[in-house]
T-cell receptor, first 114, second 112 residues
Framework: SQTIHQWPATLVQPVGSPLSLECTVE??????LYWYRQAAGRGLQLLFY??????ISSEVPQNLSASRPQDRQFILSSKKLLLSDSGFYLC?????????????FGPGTRLTVT | GEDVEQSLFLSVREGDSSVINCTYT??????LYWYKQEPGAGLQLLTY?????DMKQDQRLTVLLNKKDKHLSLRIADTQTGDSAIYFC????????????FGTGTRLKVLA
């Protein structure tokens, strides 16, 4: 069966510090990968998605970036965090070519920028 | 346009049925989904429906789709306290990236 991991689970970082959040998927190959952000009390905003190694598409302009160095690894980064980067970050995967396109989510990382 | 709207809050008594509603604007959506998010956790896929279907039932869950009105609903029968969570609907199109558009989420509170 497939599982998706995210770490860390929680993170408190000062403004201006760098960020690295990691997501890994087990039990599947060549998945589509997604990063979402959920601000407090709000819905999900798609930040990045990837259909393959080194292939990243950005949905919104921001000071965040994403990378996919391996097939099942997706990293969200920032060189300098802003207060507005606080939120709940969710990674998700879906099966390439699946007709029904279900997305499966990780447990999330709660980021607080102080 | 690509907007998915949900009411923000719903409160029901334990044992009653819950109906969570969702409206969307893009008639080219092919699949519509319902997710559940418990406090501090990720999203759990509950069920989905293909756009050429009117209804789908899965144990206590019933999904109704009115494509003409672009209205989707999730009915939870015999609602339990463990059903308290935020429920998101989402739509997907068969474009190359299979991106979702999520609704704003409905917080369901089940009263004992």
């Amino acid at each position: 069966s497939q599982t998706i991991h995210q770490w860390p689970a929680t993170l408190v970082q000062p403004v201006g510090s760098p960020l690295s959040l990691e997501c890994t998927v087990e039990g599947t190959s060549n998945p589509n990968l997604y990063w979402y952000r959920q601000a407090a009390g709000r819905g999900l905003q798609l930040l990045f998605y990837s259909v393959g190694i080194g292939q990243i598409s950005s949905e919104v302009p921001q000071n965040l970036s994403a990378s996919r160095p391996q097939d099942r690894q997706f990293i969200l980064s920032s060189k300098k965090l802003l207060l507005s980067d606080s939120g709940f970050y969710l990674c998700a995967w879906s099966k390439q070519g699946a007709r029904t396109n279900e997305q499966y989510f990780g447990p999330g990382t709660r980021l607080t920028v102080t | 346009g690509e907007d998915v709207e949900q009411s923000l809050f719903l409160s029901v008594r334990e044992g009653d049925s819950s109906v969570i509603n969702c409206t969307y604007t893009d008639s080219s959506s092919t699949y519509l989904y319902w997710y559940k998010q418990e406090p501090g956790a990720g999203l759990q896929l509950l069920t989905y429906i293909f756009s050429n279907m009117d209804m789908k039932q899965d144990q206590r869950l019933t999904v109704l789709l009115n494509k003409k009105d672009k209205h989707l609903s999730l009915r939870i029968a015999d609602t339990q306290t463990g059903d308290s969570a935020i429920y998101f609907c989402a739509e997907s199109k068969r474009t190359g990236t299979y991106k979702y558009i999520f609704g704003t989420g409905t917080r369901l509170k089940v009263l004992a």
